[in-house]
Each structure stands twice: as C-alpha cells, then as structure tokens.
C-alpha cells in the first residue's frame, strides 16, 4: 500500500517535472548491522543473536525493495528525458539504450543494445511472476519492438516514444494490449548484491 502511494505521488507529473528527491535518512539497514557487529562477544565468538541478526541483514541486502529503489533512483534521474530513435544521453534516449543506462548505473550489469538481442538476455518468465528488475517487452504498433523495466507494484519504467523517459502501468490499455512477454536478467538475489558494486575493470 505504502508503495502504491509513494508511486502515485511520484506519477502526478513524472512526464513535465522531475520529482524532489530527498536524502535518504538514517538507513535502518546500517542500525541493523551495526547491532549485529556489537552482538560479537569479546572473545570472537558469534553469538546465536549475532547470526540471526547477520541473517536479517542479509536477507535485508537483497530484499525486492532495495532494487525498486535502485529503479525509482534512476527514474529520478532520467525522468522527462524526450525520446530519440538511437539516442543515448539525456538529451534524447530511446528505451533500449535506456536499459542498457539503468542497468549499468543501477546494477553494474551490461545488457546488448538492442530490444530483439536484450530479448535473449536470461530467462523468460510469465507475466504473473514478476519482479522489480524484469524486462518487459511490447510489439507495438510500427516497425520496432518496446521494451522497459519492471519496478513493482504494476508499474514500469521506459522510455515513452510521447512523453519521454516515464513510470507507466502494465495494465493501462495500452500497454496491457501490446504485452508480449517479460526476461529475467539476473536472478533477483544476484541482481541486488551488485547494488554499489564498483564498476569492473576491463
């Protein structure tokens, strides 16, 4: 619910203006491993609440949340952006070098350049099971293929030949009608752990 209306306040106007963002306040992931650390006994020794707490922290590390947020990041950063046929750069962008962006930036994840090789990228899933960080692909009218990011909660984010780089829902009837199907890159556990990574070398 709490994500259905933080995105609703981020849509009323995601396609004019990009919305204030604000630094993040004191993560409750930091307090959480931090307690973990200070439930290490003086000898060394891990305490059955130190492990559980490492545990929690873990699970914590490669929740669905932290890669929404990572997604909600990168529209805040792209937002707005208008939309341009092998555009690459915020000047103009079409919506496969758009996901090459987010997931690079986001993921630190490399992905082909264009919609028909990302659509070979991982494995396909069924529209039912997905998960923030899924490709969506649409045969839209015209002679190109569509393809965006899925964040949660129904939403997607894209880059909209009218509007621009934008959140759209899945089932507006556009876009519910021109649905083909949906790839996983990485497997979510995997995809969330490179959240921050250091970029590779080479």
């Known amino acids: 619910m709490a994500l259905g209306w933080a995105l609703a306040a981020l849509l009323g106007g995601c396609a004019t203006q990009s919305p204030q963002y604000t630094a993040p306040q004191s993560s409750a992931l930091s307090v959480s491993a931090k307690v973990g650390e200070d439930a290490l006994s003086d000898a060394g020794r891990e305490s059955p609440l130190a492990i559980f707490r490492a545990s929690d922290v873990q699970r914590a590390l490669v929740s669905p949340a932290r890669i929404r947020e990572a997604l909600l ?20 962008i079409d919506c496969s070098a758009l996901m090459q962006h987010v997931y690079s930036d986001a993921f630190n994840l490399s992905l082909p350049r264009t919609t028909e090789q990302q659509i070979q990228e991982g494995k396909r899933v ?37 509007q621009g780089v934008k959140l ?35």
Not at 73 to 92: A, D, I, K, N, S
Not at 131 to 152: K, Q, T
Not at 173 to 192: C, E, F, G, I, K
């Open 168 to 202: 759209s829902r899945l089932d507006n009837v556009y876009w519910n009608r021109h649905y083909w199907q949906s790839r996983r890159p990485m497997d979510r556990t995997q995809l969330a752990a490179r959240i921050d990574r250091p970029p590779q070398e080479g």
């Open 126 to 162: 069924q529209r039912s099971d997905l998960e923030a960080g899924d490709l969506v692909f649409f045969r839209s009218p015209g002679p190109y293929n569509h393809v965006g990011v899925y964040v949660d909660d129904g939403y997607f984010l894209h880059a909209s030949t009218s």
């Open 73 to 92: 990041f990168e529209h805040r950063r792209w937002v707005g952006t208008p939309y341009r046929l092998g555009g690459t750069t915020q000047r103009g």
